[in-house]
């Protein structure tokens, strides 16, 4: 999957039919989109509700998450992205942000690598 690609899916919702982002300077009412550019490590699924102001999350199986790598959660048009500080192989995982919205176990989640400078053969 290209990083473009990547973007796009986590922006599902927000990004327009055209594939671009429609930006209005004066609108002080939409949600500030801020995304580090990263490859997709592994799709990961909620196994709890999350509310906002955790800085927990719990997943059916995080053996693959690292500790430094972030999570990405989307769901309807709300998307949120953080560091994982700790708990990466366990099934809580430790995030630096708290989450700004509360999300479900329908959201979709993906650990990623903000480290682009690696070899892609063994990366999907």
Same mark, same amino acid.
């Given at each position: 999957? =290209? $990083?473009?690609?990547? %973007?796009?899916? !986590?922006?599902?919702? /927000?990004?327009?039919?055209? &594939?671009?982002? #429609?930006?209005?300077?004066?609108?002080?009412?939409?949600?500030?989109?801020?995304?580090?550019?990263?490859?997709?490590?592994?799709?990961?699924?909620? =196994? $709890?509700?999350?509310? %906002?102001?955790? !800085?927990?999350?719990? /997943?059916?199986?995080?053996? &693959?998450?690292? #500790?430094?790598?972030?999570?990405?959660?989307?769901?309807?048009?709300?998307?949120?992205?953080?560091?994982?500080?700790?708990?990466?192989?366990?099934?809580?995982?430790?995030?630096?942000?708290?989450?700004?919205?509360?999300?479900?176990?329908?959201?979709?989640?993906?650990?990623?690598?903000?480290?682009?400078?690696?070899?892609?053969?063994?990366?999907?």
């Amino acid at each position: 999957m =290209s $990083a473009v690609s990547t %973007i796009l899916r !986590t922006l599902k919702g /927000v990004v327009n039919t055209q &594939g671009s982002l #429609d930006i209005a300077v004066q609108d002080q009412t939409s949600d500030i989109v801020d995304y580090l550019l990263c490859v997709q490590i592994a799709d990961l699924t909620l =196994s $709890a509700d999350g509310s %906002i102001d955790d !800085t927990t999350i719990s /997943v059916t199986d995080g053996s &693959g998450v690292v #500790d430094g790598t972030y999570v990405c959660i989307q769901e309807d048009t709300r998307a949120f992205q953080a560091k994982v500080l700790s708990g990466g192989g366990t099934n809580t995982l430790t995030l630096d942000t708290p989450l700004d919205y509360a999300f479900t176990t329908s959201a979709l989640v993906a650990n990623r690598n903000p480290s682009l400078n690696v070899d892609g053969s063994t990366l999907r």
